[in-house]
C-alpha cells in the first residue's frame, strides 16, 4: 500500500500562520514586535539563501528583522562583539548564528555567548541540558518540526518503539530526547552501528537523519512504519533525502518528501521559537527581573 505523503510545506504555512497570530497578539500586548536577529559570516551560497528565507518570513510574521553580515575572515572576537550587542539589545528576542561557519571555525564558544533565553536555535548547552532534563527551554528546531509533523501525522508514539539514525547535537540527540519526552521507547543508531537494517526494522517510527543519501531503502522499514527523511542533499537530479523515498513508500504507511517535508518546517520552528522567546521574555519582566542566567532572580 503506497504510503501518505506527509506535507511539511502545507503544515509548516500553518505553524507560520499560528506564529503571525501569537505576533499580533504580542504587539497588541506590548507595544512592538518580537525581533529576530540573524547573524551571518561569509559568503557561503546555501547559507545565503537560507537566512535569506529565514529573514523573509519572520518579517512576514510580523517580526522585526535585524541582520549582521559579517566578511568570510570576520575574526572569533569580532563575532562575538556583535553577538554580545544583539545579546544586550531589548529589541531582539532570538539569535540566531547561522551555521557552519567559515573556515571549520568552532562555533561552540560561540554559540554559548547568546543568552539562553535568546537561544532560538536551542543550541547552547544549557538549553540542551534543559531537554536532557525535560525541562522547559528552547528546542532545536529541526527536531521540534519533526515532533510536529508526527503530532499532525497522528502517528502513536506512546510506548512505540522510535529509531533515529544519527546522534548529532544539532538533530539526531535532541530528537531522540523529544520522542522520549512523548514516552516512546527510543534507540539510536549512528556511523558504528552493526546491522542497521536488523535495527530499523523494528521500528514503529523511523527519523533517517544520518548525512548520507539513499541511505534507508525498503529494507530497512517494516510495513506500516513513519519514515521521517531529514536527510537534504542536492545532487544533479535535484534535491534528495537519506531514504530512497519511492520504494519505502511502498511499505510505509506514512513518509516525508524531499523536498517538502522536514525542511520547511525548521524555518517554522525557528518563528515559533522567536515568538515563544519573547512571550516568555515579557512574561518573566512583568513577575521579577531576569537574573543573567534567563532563570527570574529570586
Ligand atoms: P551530521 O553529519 O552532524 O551527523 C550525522 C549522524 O549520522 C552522525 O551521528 C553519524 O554517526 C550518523 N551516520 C552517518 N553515517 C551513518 C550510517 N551509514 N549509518 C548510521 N548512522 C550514520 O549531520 P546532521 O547535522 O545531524 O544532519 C543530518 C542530515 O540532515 C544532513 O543531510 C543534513 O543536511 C540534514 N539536515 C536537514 C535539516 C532540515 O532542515 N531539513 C536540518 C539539519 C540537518
Do not use: F
Not at 17 to 35: L, Q
Not at 91 to 105: C, D, E, F, K, T
Not at 106 to 134: F, Q, Y
Not at 288 to 294: I, T, Y
Request: aromatic share 2%.
Amino acid at each position: 500500500m503506497p504510503a501518505v505523503l506527509i506535507d511539511g510545506t502545507a503544515i509548516a504555512a500553518r505553524v507560520r500562520d499560528e506564529v503571525a497570530e501569537r505576533v499580533h497578539r504580542y504587539r497588541e500586548r506590548t507595544g512592538r514586535a518580537p525581533g529576530l536577529a540573524t547573524v551571518l559570516v561569509g559568503d557561503d551560497p546555501a547559507s545565503l539563501v537560507y537566512v535569506g528565507r529565514k529573514r523573509r518570513l519572520a518579517a512576514e510574521a510580523g517580526m522585526t528583522d535585524q541582520h549582521r553580515h559579517l566578511p568570510a575572515d570576520a575574526s572569533g572576537s569580532s563575532i562575538a562583539a556583535v553577538l554580545d550587542e544583539l545579546a544586550a539589545d531589548d529589541a531582539v528576542s532570538g539569535i540566531l548564528l547561522q551555521l557552519p561557519l567559515p573556515n571549520r571555525m568552532a562555533s561552540g564558544p560561540l554559540i554559548e555567548r547568546i543568552p539562553t533565553w535568546k537561544d532560538v536555535d536551542g543550541l547552547t548547552t544549557l538549553n540542551a541540558g534543559l531537554l536532557a532534563r525535560g525541562e522547559p527551554g528552547l528546542r532545536p528546531c529541526t527536531p521540534s518540526g519533526v515532533m510536529r509533523l508526527l503530532a499532525e501525522t497522528g502517528a502513536a508514539l506512546e510506548g512505540r518503539h522510535a529509531v533515529v539514525v544519527g546522534r548529532s547535537e544539532l538533530v539526531g540527540r535532541p530528537m531522540a530526547q523529544l520522542l522520549l519526552e512523548r514516552h516512546a521507547t527510543v534507540t539510536i543508531a549512528h556511523s558504528r552501528t552493526r546491522d542497521l537494517a536488523a535495527l530499523t526494522r523494528q521500528a514503529d517510527v523511523l527519523v533517517a537523519a544520518a548525512g548520507v543519501p539513499g541511505l534507508i531503502g525498503a529494507e530497512h522499514v517494516t510495513p506500516g512504519a513513519v519514515v521521517i527523511d531529514v536527510g537534504i542533499h542536492r545532487t544533479d537530479d535535484g534535491l534528495v533525502g537519506d531514504v530512497r523515498t519511492a520504494e519505502v513508500a511502498e511499505v510505509a504507511a506514512a513518509i516525508t518528501p524531499v523536498p517538502g517535508g522536514v525542511g520547511p518546517m525548521t524555518i517554522a520552528m525557528l518563528l515559533s521559537n522567536t515568538v515563544v522567546a519573547a512571550e516568555r521574555r515579557a512574561a518573566a519582566g512583568r513577575a521579577r527581573p531576569v537574573a543573567a542566567s534567563g532563570v527570574p532572580a529570586s
